[in-house]
């Protein structure tokens, strides 16, 4: 089963469509939410289902590539090798027909390993047991010390979800299809007698199901990551493990796949190991060495760095294969004579790579220097960066760019462009912390412009305060810095100072909405414990309002405030004038006890306003 697409597909995207006709993915990377097609033919990986469907490049049955000179053509086979991992520089990906499956219902589980060798021959008989598994993911016990450690969810201060604990152990998480749970369940007791390994508790497989695409969480802790990222064969895994823990010093966590028919038909391990650090910091140079020791560790153990890219590509040839490499190289030369496409990458001589190759000669001495650096792991915000409040500065530089949030949000989906989404945002705040950009009132706008839905708050992979960050900013910027909103925001403000409503409808006219026949029972001056409060949308704009009508009729007993209500306030709220928006709820509050109540029945906004935010 195949299906064909276009390059620019998102895999989430590809698979909700795919799902309508009973289909799904046979493998996808984790950055699944915001990755494309051509991103992972071209960058070459394996993922989700690699276990079984091995790495994506296996997955690829043809693709339409575009060349500089114009031509396009269908490449597939052996072809393919000249495209994949090729980073963009051997031509453009248009199309591509893609393996798929059946989509079937998952049975998940989750087994702790004391140690990296138990973790290494529990694989293994898994694969000699030919145990039905679709995919396996793991996670080193530092990565479940840092996930316990790491921030959650939260909602106006809140967390919104429930801290699942993990044993400090070697997490293996395991999806399986459901019709084969009889040959699972079967076989496996087997399996895990012969090591020390343990079922966990049933919730957290489903937690490390659900979260698999949030690896970044722990990114939180840092408030940057030092990436490296190696192969290695599955009869390496405990020694490569337990060398990393013995030569770096520093809380290394790792994550890994596992790919059943690797290379030559070999099981294969894919090691993503992060360690928290702060790039702000002048040592972080120094742990930035360590992904040297990684890679030669990993390179003592018969296997190489995951990608070339601009770093690594003098390693090209161990990388993709001196046979690979060499008609890779020949073929970029026929289509690309001129070397437009990516240059410097993959088969490029740049002057990254060759700093990183000698860097690599001197290893020993510089990892001495990456182990001497004192690594803190936990939010620790500090002071105001550059006037950016210090828990605005951290998540700043918590951000992945992993792009999670970018299409989800509001304000992206009406302005088109990425500098106004959260990735944009945030991104720009580095550069203004880091005195490359200023402000100007098209920054502070695109500040102000977000509707607050949150929609981003839900996606991103790092769990990081995205709309909270966006509001304490509008304080900052406008109520403190006194810059000024945009113009709506102004004409509200100065409607709301001078006649109580951002309508700019005058305060006498406050109360003309309230049916007539109804004003002796409800209207203002009655003293009741219950007011309505109606607020100015409904007051001046939308002002059929029934639930006067509804509450008359239930035989509540209210009052209605009149000309004595003033705006709910909100929109001062967002427009970052916090003066005002205290101003107008004391007003507020003060007509409520004026009245005699102690209950207030609100329109929506307010009730938003009144639960949520006080
Ligand atoms: C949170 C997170 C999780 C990840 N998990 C995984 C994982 O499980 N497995 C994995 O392998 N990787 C993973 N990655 C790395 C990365 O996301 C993947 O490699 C992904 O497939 C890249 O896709 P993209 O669409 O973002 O491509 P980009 O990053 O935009 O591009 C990748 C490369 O392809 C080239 N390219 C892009 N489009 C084209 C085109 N149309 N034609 C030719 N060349 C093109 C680019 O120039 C670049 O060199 C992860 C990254 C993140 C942030
Ligand atoms: S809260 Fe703001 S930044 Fe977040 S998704 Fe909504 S509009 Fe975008
Ligand atoms: S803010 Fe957006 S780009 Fe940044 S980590 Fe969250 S989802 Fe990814």
Not at 111 to 120: K, R, S, T, Y
Not at 441 to 463: H, I, K, P
Request: aromatic fraction near 10%; glycine fraction near 8%; include cysteine.
């Amino acid at each position: 089963m195949t299906v064909r697409v276009q390059a620019g597909m998102v895999w989430e995207k590809l698979d909700k469509q795919i799902k309508k006709q009973g289909l799904t993915l046979r493998t996808y990377p984790t950055s699944y939410p915001a990755s494309t097609v051509d991103g992972w033919l071209d960058q070459g990986g394996a993922g989700i289902g690699s276990y079984e469907a091995g790495w994506f490049r296996d997955n690829v049955i043809s693709a339409r590539i575009l060349f500089p000179d114009g031509s396009a053509k269908e490449m597939k086979g052996k072809d393919l090798d000249l495209i994949s991992e090729a980073e963009g520089t051997t031509g453009l990906v248009t199309e591509a027909t893609v393996k798929v499956m059946k989509d079937e219902e998952l049975e998940l589980i989750s087994i702790g390993c004391p140690n990296a060798h138990d973790l290494q021959k529990l694989i293994q008989r898994i694969n000699d047991n030919d145990l039905p598994v679709w995919s396996l993911i793991l996670i080193n016990p530092k990565m479940a010390e840092l996930k316990n450690k790491a921030p959650m969810l939260e909602h106006y201060g809140h967390p919104v979800e429930e801290r699942i604990l993990l044993p400090a152990a070697y997490i293996m998480t395991i999806a399986y299809r459901k019709k084969n749970k009889k040959d699972f369940d079967s076989k496996l007791p087997s399996i895990l007698k012969l090591c020390e390994a343990k079922i966990l508790s049933d919730k957290i497989a489903p937690h490390e199901w659900e979260h698999r695409f949030k690896l970044m969480v722990v990114k939180r802790l840092g408030p940057s990551l030092i990436p490296a990222e190696v192969v290695i064969p599955l009869s390496s895994l405990g020694d490569v493990m337990m060398e990393i823990e013995r030569k770096v010093d520093q809380p290394i966590v790792k994550e890994g796949v596992v790919i059943r028919r690797g290379a030559g038909g070999k099981p294969e391990v894919v090691i993503l190991g992060f360690i928290p650090s702060d790039q702000r910091k002048f040592s972080y140079n120094f742990v930035f060495s360590l992904v040297l020791t990684i890679m030669k560790i990993a390179r003592k153990h018969g296997r190489r760095p995951y990608a070339t890219g601009l770093y690594f590509a003098k390693r090209a040839k161990e990388i993709l294969g001196v046979e690979r490499a060499k008609r890779m190289k020949t073929f970029k030369k026929q289509v690309d004579p001129k070397g437009i496409l990516n240059p410097g990458k993959v088969l490029g001589e740049g002057f990254m790579s060759t700093v990183l190759t000698v860097a690599g000669v001197f290893e020993p001495m510089i990892r001495f220097f990456g182990n001497y650096v004192i690594t803190q792991a936990g939010e620790r915000p500090g002071k105001p960066v550059n006037g950016i409040p210090a828990d605005v500065a951290w998540p700043a530089y918590s951000c992945s760019q992993c792009g999670y949030c970018i299409e989800e949000c509001d304000q992206f989906y009406g302005l088109g462009c990425e500098s106004q989404s959260p990735h944009g945002k945030w991104y720009w705040l580095r550069e203004y912390m880091e005195g490359r950009e200023k402000w100007n009132q098209f920054m502070v706008d695109t500040m102000l412009v977000c509707t607050t839905c949150e929609l981003c708050n839900l996606r991103c992979s790092a769990a990081l305060p995205i709309e909270p960050s966006w509001m304490k900013l509008r304080g900052k910027l406008i109520n403190e810095d006194k810059r000024m909103a945009f113009p709506p925001f102004e004409i509200m403000a100065a409607a709301l100072h001078a006649e109580g409503d951002i309508w700019t409808g005058y305060r006498k006219n406050h109360a003309d909405w309230f049916p007539k026949d109804l004003i002796k029972k409800h209207g203002p001056g009655h003293k009741s414990k219950n007011v309505y409060f109606a607020g100015c949308t409904a007051s001046y704009i939308e002002n059929d309002i029934g639930t006067v009508r509804i509450l008359d009729k239930a035989g509540v007993d209210f009052t209605f405030l009149g000309e004595k209500e003033s705006c709910c306030a909100t929109p001062m709220l967002v427009a970052g004038k916090w003066e005002l928006f205290e101003q107008t709820m004391r007003k507020n509050i003060k007509a409520v006890k004026d009245a005699g109540a102690d209950t207030v029945r609100l329109c929506h906004n307010s009730n938003l306003l009144l639960y949520e935010i006080f």
